[in-house]
């Protein structure tokens, strides 16, 4: 049996991000964490642009670590899925870059402040934290395609929710010890988020 999952927004979404990330991952020997990697098509789409580096992929859903696997199962670069819950740290391993698309819109407001706190023990300085998916910012203009998709996230769990960069997501990445480093405007209103490590907390 085919265990590969397939969600549409991947394919749609890759090759946008796979631009930003040329000139933001390293060029050799580093360690990539995906965060809810969910299908693992882009790590899989990823792991074959980059040979050079290591990538591991992670889900709390056996389903999706699965398809991951299935996704991943002919590229060396490729390590085996782990079982990572963004809010329980402390998370396993030494990273360069830890990487998340598309969850923090769709679980709680808790799965953000965690990502943010555990992703900094196990990045050392200079290393980054870089996110995409929708996000509200101070000043900007709520596209109505984002407005309904906010209500229609919230019609199907009170807790999840487009998040906003300026007042929720930085201020708790700021506190962690990461930098906003840029904001990149994306197709279909989203953007590609980066922050730079500027400090690591002993590990709990």
């Not at 980059?50 to 199962?73: G, K, N, Q, T």
Request: hydrophobic share 40%.
């Amino acid at each position: 049996m085919d265990e590969r999952l397939d969600f549409p927004a991947s394919i749609r979404n890759r090759d946008p991000i796979l631009e930003v990330l040329r000139s933001r991952l390293p060029d050799s020997e580093a360690r990539v964490l995906e965060i809810a990697s969910g299908s693992g098509q882009h790590v899989a789409y990823f792991a074959a642009h980059w040979p050079e580096l290591r990538f591991v992929p992670s889900d709390p859903e056996p389903a999706h670590r699965a398809s991951i696997a299935a996704w991943c199962r002919d590229l060396d670069n490729v390590e085996a899925p782990i079982d990572i819950d963004a809010r329980i740290g402390p998370w396993p391993g030494d990273f360069d870059v830890v990487y998340c698309a598309n969850m923090i819109h769709i679980a709680p407001i808790e799965c953000t402040r965690g990502l943010l706190i555990n992703a900094a023990s196990v990045v050392a300085p200079g290393g980054r934290l870089l996110l995409y998916g929708p996000f509200l910012q101070t000043g900007v203009t709520v596209a109505p395609s984002n407005v309904e998709f906010d209500a229609s996230l919230r019609r199907r769990d009170p807790s999840w929710g487009i998040r906003h960069l300026d007042d929720e997501v930085t201020p708790t990445a700021d506190a962690a010890g990461w930098m906003r480093a840029d904001v990149v405007s994306m197709p279909a209103n989203n953007l590609f988020v980066e922050f730079v490590r500027t400090t690591r907390p002993s590990r709990p």
